[in-house]
Structure formats: C-alpha cells, structure tokens
C-alpha cells in the first residue's frame, strides 16, 4: 500500500469499515510510515477529539488512537481465526459426507 492509498482509507478505518485485508495492509502501512501515522493522528483527533470537547470529557489523543489501533489489530485476529476455524469446519464437514459414502458402499 502507498501513502495516498492510506490517506484514502482513513475515514474508513476510523468507521471500521475496512475488510480484513485492507485493515492489514492499513495497519501495517501505519507502522511503517511515520508521515502515515501523523496524518491518522490529525484525522483520528478531529474526529474524535471534537466529540470528546462536546461531551466535556478529557481524554488523552496518544493514548486513544493507539487504543482504537490494539483493538483493530485484535479484531483483525479474531476475524482472521474466525474464517480459520469456518474453513476448518468445512473440512470437516466434507470428510463426514466422504465417510458417509464411503460407508453406504461399505455397507452395499
Ligand atoms: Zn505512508
């Protein structure tokens, strides 16, 4: 992913609208780029920051957005071992039908 990708994808990571290999790449970008990170951090304090100032709530921005980035990282694996295990039940359920002929002509 290049920076202008990233830039373009920031709203949606702040909506948690990103699929899971788009919150990757994004996630990974983000850690490699510090110029990326800086624009996430503007971005990520107009959004939530102006919020935060309405609701008369303190808050501290490093803090915040590297919260908002550990739960999007643990999200990513969540879903990634969700699709893991959806896969692995597939598995599993066409080696039970394979049995299952295997064992109707068995038993033929
Ligand atoms: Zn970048």
Request: include cysteine; charge should be negative; glycine fraction near 4%.
């Amino acid at each position: 992913m290049d920076c202008k990708e990233f830039q373009r994808m920031i709203p949606g990571f702040l909506a948690d609208e990103l699929d899971n290999y788009s919150l990757e790449s994004f996630l990974t970008h983000m850690e490699k780029c510090k110029n990326c990170k800086e624009e996430l951090t503007i971005q990520f304090l107009i959004e939530t920051g102006i919020q935060r100032l309405e609701d008369g709530s303190t808050f501290n921005l490093t803090d915040e957005l590297q919260t908002t980035t550990n739960d999007a990282w643990q999200r990513l694996r969540v879903r990634k071992r969700l699709l893991n295990t959806a896969f692995f039940l597939q598995i599993v359920v066409v080696a039970e039908i394979i049995a299952a002929i295997v064992l109707a002509i068995g038993l033929r």
